[in-house]
């Protein structure tokens, strides 16, 4: 997505996509880097014969509720790939 989503149903309906989207048994966590209220957590994953690799970017508030989640992905291929998947998941639910 090019633009923030906000709200905590927006944000459920996304995340429950890219659950499904990249939930499989290649997916794993690389590295993680955990400085206070931030984290960012790398991530590979294969879909379709795509390496995705790609970071969770954390924030959490002071009451420990996360305030913000960015995913950025590489290579290009995986982003197209990952953005179809997305939009095709988003729209059946």
């Known amino acids: 997505m090019h633009s923030p989503q906000v709200g905590k149903g927006v944000t459920m309906m996304y995340l429950s996509a890219a659950f499904h989207v990249l ?6 966590y690389v590295r993680e880097v955990v ?3 931030n984290a960012v957590l790398e991530f590979v994953v294969e879909v379709d014969g795509v390496t995705v ?6 924030h959490w508030d002071e009451n420990g509720k996360i305030a913000d989640f960015k995913v950025m992905l590489r290579p290009y291929k995986a982003i197209n790939l ?12």
Do not use: E, P, W
């Open 82 to 93: 990952i953005k179809g998947k997305m939009r095709t998941m988003l729209t059946s639910l």
């Open 53 to 58: 690799n790609g970071v969770d970017m954390i």
């Open 35 to 37: 400085d206070g209220q």
């Open 23 to 28: 939930a499989n048994d290649s997916f794993h």
